[in-house]
């Protein structure tokens, strides 16, 4: 069993920052990636961000230049800062971690409005 714990979100200006980090624990024997993705309603879940084990990352476009995507392996812990955010950035952001047999885990989610 794979637990994620979220953390950060809420409500922010346009303009403003956010930082999110999710922690994953339980039985794990190996973390090959972790990385968020974010949905909103009526839309498919998207991929914000992700970083594997070694350090690689990928963004999303609406992403580049404005979020940072970092872990650390030794606590298996993910982070996330998103800079200069849109009001096109609200949506409920999930963690997800790539573990063991490459099977994925998702976190419950947690809920960023960029609204003035």
């Known amino acids: 069993q794979v637990q994620l714990v979220e953390s950060g979100g809420g409500l922010v200006q346009p303009g403003g920052s956010l930082t999110f980090s999710c922690a994953a624990s339980?039985?794990?024997?190996?973390?090959?990636?972790m990385g968020w993705y974010r949905q909103t309603p009526g839309k498919q879940r998207e991929k914000v961000a992700t970083?594997?084990?070694?350090?690689?990352?990928d963004y999303a476009d609406s992403g580049k230049g404005r979020f940072t995507v970092s872990l650390n392996n030794a606590k298996n812990t993910v982070y996330l800062q998103m800079n200069s955010l849109k009001p096109e950035d609200t949506a409920v952001y999930y963690c997800?971690?790539?573990?063991?047999?490459?099977?994925?885990?998702w976190g419950q989610g947690t809920l960023v409005t960029v609204s003035s």
């Open positions: 339980g039985n794990i024997f190996k973390i090959y990636a």
């Open positions: 997800n971690v790539v573990a063991d047999e490459y099977l994925e885990h």
């Open positions: 970083i594997t084990n070694g350090g690689a990352t």
